[in-house]
Nanobody, 126 residues
Framework: EVQLVESGGGLVQAGGSLRLSCAASGFSFDGYTIGWFRQAPGMEREGVSCIRNSDGRIYYADSVKGRFTISSDNAKNTVYLQMNSLKPEDTAVYYC???????????????????WGQGTQVTVSS
């Protein structure tokens, strides 16, 4: 059974940090691209970052560049999203997702992802 389980969300003040984790099981983790997405109330789900586990290629949305860092521990089948300098506009439910075949130029397209986690809430207070 394929599972993606996010953890690490919570409430933090603006300027603070959180680290999200995405624990994967049930598929060949090394061959997948893992993406982080977020969805704020009333907004569409948007791509935040992704990492291609086969070669470590990484992409970020412009809105998080320089503040967020994605990393992967292939031995633990876990992807992390370190979020620093958080802003109120980062408030959203954060999801991780896995794609087995995606062109990296299309990394933020939701339809490219095969599996999704249940999400974890991140709330940044001003």
């Amino acid at each position: 059974e394929v599972q993606l389980v996010e953890s690490g969300g919570g409430l933090v003040q603006a300027g603070g940090s959180l680290r999200l984790s995405c624990a994967a099981s049930g598929f060949s983790f090394d061959g997948y691209t893992i993406g982080w997405f977020r969805q704020a109330p009333g907004m569409e789900r948007e791509g935040v970052s992704c990492i291609r586990n086969s070669d470590g290629r990484i992409y970020y949305a412009d809105s998080v560049k320089g503040r967020f860092t994605i990393s992967s521990d292939n031995a633990k089948n876990t992807v992390y999203l370190q979020m620093n300098s958080l802003k109120p506009e980062d408030t959203a439910v954060y999801y991780c997702a896995a794609a087995n075949r995606v062109l990296l130029r299309d990394w933020a397209l939701i339809d490219n992802y095969n599996y999704w986690g249940q999400g974890t809430q991140v709330t940044v207070s001003s």
